[in-house]
């Protein structure tokens, strides 16, 4: 390819499989790829969403706590947690 000439992608070069967050990375409610978070820790752990904000709207919203969690792919301790947390910072 010559300098100035666009790459002309396609679904063989970056497939659409997205995460255990959602299907499909184009219609993933994160704000940022779990992929591109930076890892906690020295040893890398798993990446954490940086914005909770789509399992706190579900819990708002009157999901219960086992659906928010088979939605999002995270325990039901998680969805506990992240609401705990959420509440104590608000106030």
């Known amino acids: ?8 992608l396609t ?3 970056h ?5 255990r967050w959602s299907p499909s990375c184009l219609a ?13 820790g020295a040893g890398g752990g ?3 969403p940086l914005n909770w904000g789509p399992i706190l709207a579900a819990r708002a ?6 659906e928010v969690a088979a939605r999002f792919g995270v ?6 947690r992240i609401t705990s947390i959420s509440s104590r910072e608000a106030a």
Not at 28 to 40: G, T
């Open 61 to 66: 919203a009157g999901e219960l706590r086992a």
């Open 28 to 40: 993933c409610p994160l704000p940022q790829c779990v992929h591109d978070a930076p890892r906690r």
């Open 1 to 8: 390819m010559k300098a100035g000439e666009a790459a002309e």
């Open 11 to 13: 679904a063989d070069m």
């Open 15 to 19: 497939p659409d499989v997205g995460c």
């Open 46 to 48: 798993r990446p954490r």
């Open 75 to 80: 325990t039901e301790r998680t969805v506990s």
